[in-house]
């Protein structure tokens, strides 16, 4: 089973259009920008918090290739303040589930997932990644501490998606040491994604891959689990 060193799940995404993506997650959505961060390849990270979760903005100063989706469908938003569920979708077109708190089970942060083989993803979640169902969202769906992944049924769920290219492209889940999760859960029947490199003095973190190919991000933060290994 995970390790878990932060108990929230992570959204990544990839945008061409910085200023109003970044303008639509700060004002409609209500995150808070926590500033940027490079990350190699002209590549600069947009980080914005919400209650213990980050979104990651992703913005190249090169032109993005395009791309097919990843499985990644939504993220849902629990506002204090909402009474009704609000669909709507930033600049680049993510579609963002803006949601009364307990809807669906959500109380923080949700990402739904199409997959092409609800089982198969099922026992991803719950054996190789080690996390516990959450019941409250229905019988596919899994808690990542306050944060909830959800699995929808897609027979033409995309496979074998790319980090690249716009839109969401990887969700993250934060751990102590990202080289023994990473090959625990290759041993356990993941996919390989990238193995563990280290990035300065700020994290750790090695890719995993999905049943059908999505992307996961092992990540060993420095902030949140002490010096890095050398």
């Keep these: 089973m995970i390790e878990l060193a932060k108990h929230q799940l992570d959204i990544g995404l990839t945008t061409e259009d910085r200023d109003e993506t970044l303008a639509f997650w700060q004002d409609e959505v209500g995150l808070v920008y926590d500033g940027p ?24 100063r090169n032109p993005v290739e395009p791309e097919p989706p990843s499985g990644y469908r939504r993220v849902f938003v629990a506002q ?15 579609q963002v589930v803006l949601v009364p708190p307990g809807h669906e089970g959500i109380t923080q942060l949700g ?32 808690h990542v501490g306050d944060s909830v992944l959800c699995l929808v049924h897609d027979p033409d769920a995309p496979s074998d998606s790319t980090r690249s290219g716009t839109g969401y492209r990887y969700c993250t889940l934060q751990v102590f040491d990202a080289d023994a999760e990473y090959q625990r859960c290759i041993v356990a029947g993941a996919r390989d994604g990238h193995e563990p490199f280290t990035h300065g003095e700020v994290a750790r973190y090695g890719f995993i891959r999905d049943p059908d190919g999505n992307w996961i991000e092992l990540s060993q933060r420095a902030s949140i689990t002490g010096p890095l290994p050398t």
Excluded: C, M, Y
């Excluded at 961060?37 to 190249?60: E, T």
């Excluded at 204090?80 to 993510?94: I, L, M, Q, S, W």
């Design 37 to 60: 961060l490079s990350i190699g390849g002209g590549v600069r990270q947009h980080r914005h918090s919400f209650r213990g979760s980050i979104v990651k903005i992703n913005h190249s």
């Design 80 to 94: 204090h303040d909402r009474t009704k569920v609000v669909e709507t979708r930033d600049p680049g077109g993510n």
């Design 111 to 142: 990402v739904e997932i199409g997959v092409r083989d609800v089982d198969a993803h099922s026992h991803f979640w719950g054996e190789v990644i080690g996390l516990a169902a959450s019941p409250r969202s229905g019988e596919h769906a899994f």
